[in-house]
């Protein structure tokens, strides 16, 4: 997802566009109706702003107490929105500091994953302003960065470091940026430190939605499109796949961690195909992506 302005050039990119790939449903997509459309964006707002205004009631509660409260919001504001959401692979982790990293596709991935494994999430500093991610990412306890400083990072990685330290849960994509189908990115290395300098678990997850098309929040997409056509589209499932933990104590060091990490959900992408305008392609998106990113 990159904004009006032209981006930082260590961020990461995607070949990925509205046009290409979130405008293209294909005969797998049909559509709903206008009216269902706007009821349905109606309500998923109303889910929204019903947590934003009965967060503080929430704050007193043990953690436990606030995780189940997040994962019961999300999957109303998901299901308001007509997504229906799948849990499969092992079994849920329950408490202990975990690291998840997960594919990024869509700005569904971060309500998605806090319906089933709620945490402090990773995102960029532009997201505290988006009028449905904002309050959501924020209730959430969001750690945002700034993208364009790349001397911010270390401070983020202990920031990391920290949660984790403490028994929490940190959320990462580590691609960088979105894609929108089974291409992806690679997992910037930076983010596994903070697991390795916690002595935590990294738990990898695998995302995706079918049809893709609908959900995909790519390239220049705007936050208004992307909620239409997801309120639109006649159904929406998303699976999140959850993989075997990574234990950090088997890996010399971040890049052979964060490696075995995108293997691991590479792995699990090759063995449930879904479709692709890339794979279509003769173009490795892989290679393309973030290759001017630092870690």
């Not at 981006?7 to 979130?22: E, V």
């Not at 979105?178 to 910037?188: D, K, Q, S």
């Not at 049809?211 to 309120?231: K, M, N, Y």
């Not at 589209?233 to 890996?251: F, H, K, N, Q």
């Amino acid at each position: 997802m990159t904004g009006p302005t032209a981006p930082s050039p260590w961020l990461p990119t995607a070949p990925c566009t509205p046009g290409r790939c979130a405008a293209h449903p294909g005969p797998a997509a049909p559509r709903a109706g206008t009216v269902q459309g706007v009821l349905r964006l109606a309500a998923g707002l109303a889910a929204v702003l019903l947590g934003v205004l009965l967060s503080p009631a929430a704050a007193p509660l043990p953690t436990a107490g606030r995780r189940l409260l997040v994962r019961l919001w999300c999957r109303t504001v998901l299901r308001a929105f007509g997504v229906r959401v799948r849990v499969t692979g092992a079994a849920v982790p329950g408490t202990g500091p975990l690291l998840v990293v997960a594919n990024h596709l869509s700005w569904l991935d971060i309500p998605l994953i806090a319906a089933v494994l709620p945490g402090r999430m990773l995102a960029k500093r532009e997201v505290r302003g988006w009028p449905v991610l904002g309050p959501l990412a924020a209730l959430g306890g969001t750690l945002f960065i700034d993208r364009d400083r790349i001397r911010s990072l270390p401070a983020t990685v202990g920031a990391m470091t920290r949660v984790l330290s403490g028994g929490g849960r940190v959320v990462v994509f580590p691609e960088g940026s979105t894609w929108c189908g089974r291409a992806g990115g690679v997992f910037r290395r930076a983010a596994f430190q903070a697991a390795l300098d916690s002595g935590s678990d990294v738990q990898p997850v695998r995302i995706a939605y079918r049809p893709v098309g609908p959900a995909a929040f790519v390239g220049e997409d705007t936050l208004g499109a992307s909620l239409w056509r997801i309120a639109t589209a006649r159904r929406t499932e998303a699976e999140i796949r959850v993989l075997d933990p990574l234990s950090g104590t088997r890996y010399p060091d971040r890049r052979a961690l964060a490696r075995a990490a995108q293997s691991t959900v590479a792995r699990e992408s090759a063995n449930r195909p879904f479709s692709s305008v890339h794979q279509r392609e003769s173009v490795n998106p892989a290679s393309a992506s973030s290759a001017r990113t630092p870690s």
